[in-house]
Each structure stands twice: as C-alpha cells, then as structure tokens.
C-alpha cells in the first residue's frame, strides 16, 4: 500500500514513495507532481538547516566557522556544482516557493554525495542577488541619527560638557530633560523610543499627543504627563504633527 504523504521536511521526512523516485545522474531524487509543486508546503515549526554554501570562499569560511560552533558535526558545506546537481539547476519544475532573499528549490541528495548524510530531501534557497532583502539591503544599509532639533556637537579638548539651552518638543523630550536641562544617554534612547508611539497616536487620533495647555511642570512631571489615548478621535480633524510639518 502507497504510505501517506507526509509534510515535507529537509532531512526529517520522505517527500514521496518508492516508486515515484527516479535517477537523475547519480543523485536519486523524487518526482513531485504539479500538483505538488504548487501545493505550499506546511508550516516548518522547526527545522534545522544543515547547509550552506554559495558564498563567496573567504567570507564562507568565517561562517562556516560560526555555524560549525552551533551545528557541530551535523553542518555540511555544499558547492554550487552540488547544490545545481542536486536541484537540477535550479529548475523551475522543482520550486517549492519564493521569499525575500530569493527562490527555494526542492532537491534531493542521495547517500553518496557526504559520509554521514543520508539520502533525504532538501530545500535549497537561491539568493537573487538583485533582490531588495539579501546583499542589497545590507550593503545599502547607511546608519542615521535623526536629529529632533537636539542634536550638538560633543565637547572637545579638555572640556566636559557643552553649554545649551534645552530645545525640543513638549511631549516628545524626556520629561527629565525638560526639568533638569541636562540629557542623560537612557533619556535620550527612552525619547527616541517614545517618539514613535507618540507620533503614531499623533497621526491616528489627530491629537497632539500631550494636551497643548501642558505646562513645563507638567510635562518634567512623568507620572502627570497629560497623553492623548482617546480612542474615536475625529480622524477628519488633520494631524497636527502632520499639518505642522507640511
Ligand atoms: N523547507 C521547505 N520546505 C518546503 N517549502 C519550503 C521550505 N522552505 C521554503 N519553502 C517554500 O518557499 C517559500 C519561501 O521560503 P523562504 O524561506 O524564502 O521564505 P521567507 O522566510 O518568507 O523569505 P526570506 O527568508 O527570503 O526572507 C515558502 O513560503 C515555502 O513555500
């Protein structure tokens, strides 16, 4: 009797029975049909990826390095010469389904190609290296500081602080800030943090996200601090962090 198809998992499960596996060269693989190939594959929860390679060789090392501390003797480096084997080129016939980084094949090793891994199918993911997730995203990747208006050279020479007087927002500067006039490296990260969420309530409830009557007392005072949550704001009204930008 035909076993039951199971979901297919690199290395833990059989994609298909005995009869429908055929050669390809000397890699024995399976041979989905359509129907199979354009079936989405079921969640994975948990799956170890075993492999990797592709990578230019000096940079592979290092992360073969990395990965062999985490997968021990269970990591195997493939060539592309191998992984186009066992994908039969990347054939579009064997695409499992495409993410971010690039395509993914469904492939099938055979208990030759490594001593010590066993024939099993495998997904392969091809990175499109013109794709905007993958090289590009990280090498375009440019570190900003945004600047709300606070931003100061730091002091130089001997010199232990810089002289300013406060500047910033009612409702987005740390309260600290504002009552002290000196900034501390957990206000400022905590102001960033808060900024977000002010300005997204800002921009969805069309309030100011302290009310506009705030005092500088009340807003050094944190516990006082005077936030705009109502929910079913008249989202007509225009923003007033938006039309104070415009
Ligand atoms: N091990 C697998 N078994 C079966 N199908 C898979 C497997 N891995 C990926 N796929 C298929 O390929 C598709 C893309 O997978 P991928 O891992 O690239 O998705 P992603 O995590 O959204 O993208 P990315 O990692 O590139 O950001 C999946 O939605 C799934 O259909």
Partial sequence: MKEPSKAWRPFTANCC???????????SRCKPSRSDLSKNIAPLPSFRRLSFSD?????????????AQSFGSDLFDFQLSELRAITQNFSSNFLLGEGGFGTVHKGYVDDHLRLGLKAQPVAVKLLDIEGLQGHREWLEFTAKLSDFGLAKMGPEGSNTHVSTRVMGTYGYAAPEYISTDRPRMPMIVETLEALQHY????????????SQKSTRNKVSNNSKMNVNTRAGANHKQPS???SKKT
């Fill in 240 to 242: 007033p962090v938006l």
């Fill in 55 to 67: 990578l230019s060789r000096s940079s592979s090392v290092r992360i073969n390095e990395d990965l």
């Fill in 17 to 27: 029975s005995t009869e429908d596996q055929t050669v390809f060269k000397n890699f």
């Fill in 199 to 210: 300005k997204d309530m800002a921009v969805t409830s069309g309030h100011w996200p302290v």
